[in-house]
């Protein structure tokens, strides 16, 4: 048998991250999966096991002690990572008003300095071998600001900014990152999202624009390119061509993005009056199951209706949660 590349897929136990992980087994990587939820993980490890060599590893990006911990098991149990790819996020919904610090926090600690350690924390044995891949899954959000969306788009700027700083700064190294920017892609990721504000309402657009084929792009597909690019040391992937058309019309016309994206904040729901963080019902934080569970009969069929093939993805992609 010849070798076997390690990498490393944080975020790897569900969505996207899951089918990323699946996509390097098929091409020959002995593979390691991370994320904070053991129980979605052994679902994971069980559903990958089939396709090859996995180990699962409960892991908090957030946290820069268990990332070094994370590396060594990695190391002692499969080998240096050869490949790293940085999936692991969340996704918080609702108005600037509903949204605590602690959303930001939460968020840039996940998707903005969780990619930050990961990527230092494996760079020292890349840069000794003079090979390695690493992939920073970043978002359309990282580049231009979607409404409702403020926390996830501050993180994932700071991703996009780093990701392609370190590509300049490795360049001739042999050793290659890779910024990811996708699109909507239906990965069943509007169950496990995190709504504020007035939770149904917030549901009915954001459940609906993750899972309409028009609006996005089927996870296997995005993760086949995910991981073709990746392993190519391509310095920019993007996917969907709203993600396509998006960054080259604000780069062109910034001004006039930031106003047609106001536009349509403004359709999206309001924050009811007594809504203030931490004060109402409005302002709990709740998972996307059980904000769709908030609607009304009618409103809740329609929402259904238009969500299946979002939630026939969160079925297959390990994304059902708690509610």
Not at 109 to 135: C, F, K, Q, S, Y
Request: hydrophobic share 45%.
């Amino acid at each position: 048998m010849g070798h076997q590349p390690v990498a490393l897929v944080a975020g790897g136990s569900r969505g996207l991250g899951l089918l990323v992980a699946g996509e390097l087994l098929g091409r020959g990587h002995r593979v390691a999966i991370c994320a904070r939820t053991a129980a979605d993980l052994e679902r994971a490890e069980r559903s990958l096991r089939t396709h090859g060599t996995v180990r699962a590893y409960v892991c908090d990006v957030r946290d820069p002690l268990q990332i070094d911990r994370l590396v060594a098991d990695v190391r002692r149990d499969l080998g240096p990572v050869e490949v790293l790819v940085t999936v692991a996020g969340v996704i918080q919904v609702g108005p600037v008003e509903a949204m605590t610090e602690q959303h930001f926090q939460d968020a840039v600690d996940t998707m903005l300095w969780g990619p930050v350690r990961l990527a230092r924390a494996v760079l020292p044995e890349m840069h000794e071998r003079g090979h390695g891949r690493i992939g920073t899954v970043s978002s359309i959000g990282g580049k231009v600001a979607p409404p409702h969306l403020l926390p996830y788009a501050v993180a994932k700027f700071g991703a996009t900014g780093f990701s392609e700083g370190l590509a300049v700064e490795l360049a001739g190294s042999g050793v290659t990152a890779t910024t990811v920017v996708p699109g909507l892609m239906r990965t069943g990721s509007h169950e496990r999202a995190e709504f504020t504000g007035d939770h149904g309402a917030e549901f009915a657009w954001f459940g609906p624009a993750a899972s309409l084929p028009l609006l996005t792009m089927s996870g296997e597909r995005a993760a086949r390119l995910i991981v073709r690019g990746v392993l190519a040391g391509r310095p920019l992937v993007t996917l969907t061509p709203m993600a396509k058309i998006g960054t080259r019309v604000h780069g062109v016309a910034p001004a006039t993005t930031v106003r047609l994206l106001g536009l349509a904040g403004r359709l999206l729901p309001a924050t009811p009056g007594a809504a203030l963080p931490g004060g109402s019902e409005h302002g709990r934080t709740v998972s996307g199951r059980r904000a769709g569970t908030t609607l009304t009969r009618g409103a809740r069929a329609t929402v259904g209706a238009l969500t299946v093939l979002g939630s026939r993805a969160a079925r297959r992609y390990n994304q059902r949660g708690a509610a």
